[in-house]
């Protein structure tokens, strides 16, 4: 790269991590392009003057067709997930680009965790979550790449990463709402495991500065908080920037097995939300100076209690996660009262 601003093709572009980076990106004047499907129905809107082009990631020809002859200096996909679509994107984007960043997860590492923080050279073994398995092999197939044929990728893993328009809870605007308007919420096990929320834009920030860097090719990074917080804070917090106090029941992890295995968040809670998740940032601090996460918690919940006043619509509640949310604590109480029964008079 020159002393130009970068060239840098952003796969995806409107989700939740996505399209703070293009913004961010397109604020300290890199030349963006964002190639997605076009069919989206996200309320988060990308910033005039950008060059947009539709294709589906995963269909070579259309890809090949849309870009042309285009080469940029990063190219950074938000969507590949397995390692089929690492082996597409090699073929894709070998001889197009100086840096491809993928974006992989902090969920990939030891569950139950033996040692806290997190390190990136911490060992790679969820056995509770199948999209962490598979980002974890899609990482293989691109370091053995750039190991066996210099494929330039840089690995970037993020942990639990909001913004203003998506909330990080589990069941999303449905648990937001019920915190407002006074239901029980379910916190799974005793709500003390500790947990990194990360603002979007703070990720945003840690990405765009790794972009044109030779030195991050090859490497795998954090970008997350250094604000860490219990579940029961977490919620608490939610509900001081709604001005009520959350009406919290603790269930215990292994039940929602059991009673919600319908639930789609089950699963993600089972497999990664129930341990505590601590992560070291120094490495990304290192190659990114000045780089440190600027929201905490209480203002990024007041920021998306504000947005949802905004937009009724899209922050509409689920019917099923409540249910979910109904059927839980029913249950819960049920056994409660049965328990009271067993005991000694």
Not at 137 to 161: N, Q, Y
């Amino acid at each position: 790269m020159t002393g130009s601003p970068p060239n840098v093709l952003y796969v995806g572009g409107t989700g939740t991590i996505s399209w703070s980076c293009v913004q961010h990106a397109a604020r300290r004047g890199h030349v963006v392009t964002v190639l997605n499907r076009g069919t989206g129905t996200t309320p988060r809107s990308l910033p005039g003057g950008l060059e947009v082009l539709h294709a589906d990631i995963h269909d070579a020809a259309a890809v090949t067709e849309a870009l042309g002859s285009r080469e940029f200096d990063a190219v950074v996909n938000f969507t590949s997930f397995t390692p089929e679509h690492a082996e597409e994107s090699i073929k894709t984007f070998s001889g197009r680009t100086a840096q491809y960043v993928h974006i992989s997860t902090a969920a990939l590492y030891r569950k139950p965790p033996r040692q806290l923080p997190y390190r990136e050279s911490t060992v790679r073994h969820n056995p509770f979550s199948g999209y962490a398995a598979d980002k974890s092999r899609a990482e293989d197939v691109f370091l053995t790449a750039f190991a066996t044929d210099g494929f330039p990728v840089t690995v970037v893993r993020p942990s639990h990463t909001y913004d203003d328009a998506k909330p990080p809870l589990p069941g999303d605007w449905t648990i937001v709402d019920r915190i407002a308007r006074g239901a029980e919420i379910v916190v799974p096990g005793d709500g003390t495991s500790l947990w990194t929320v990360t603002h979007a834009e703070d990720f945003a920030d840690g990405l765009t500065g790794l972009l044109g860097n030779p030195a991050a090719v090859g490497e795998a990074f954090h970008i997350t908080s250094d604000f860490v917080y219990s579940w029961n804070e977490i919620y608490e917090i939610v509900a001081a920037a709604l001005g009520v106090v959350p009406r919290i029941v603790h269930v215990p992890t292994d039940l929602l097995k059991v009673a919600a295995p319908d639930w789609r968040w089950t699963d993600l809670i089972v497999g990664d939300l129930q341990y505590s998740v601590i992560l070291d940032n120094s490495k990304i601090s290192s190659y990114v100076p000045g780089y440190a996460p600027r929201v905490p918690f209480h203002e990024g919940a007041r920021r998306f209690v504000t947005w949802r006043s905004g937009h009724r619509e899209a922050t509409k509640p689920d019917p099923e996660v409540d249910a979910v949310q109904d059927r839980l604590v029913a249950g819960y109480r049920d056994a409660e009262k049965a328990f009271a029964r067993l005991a000694p008079s």
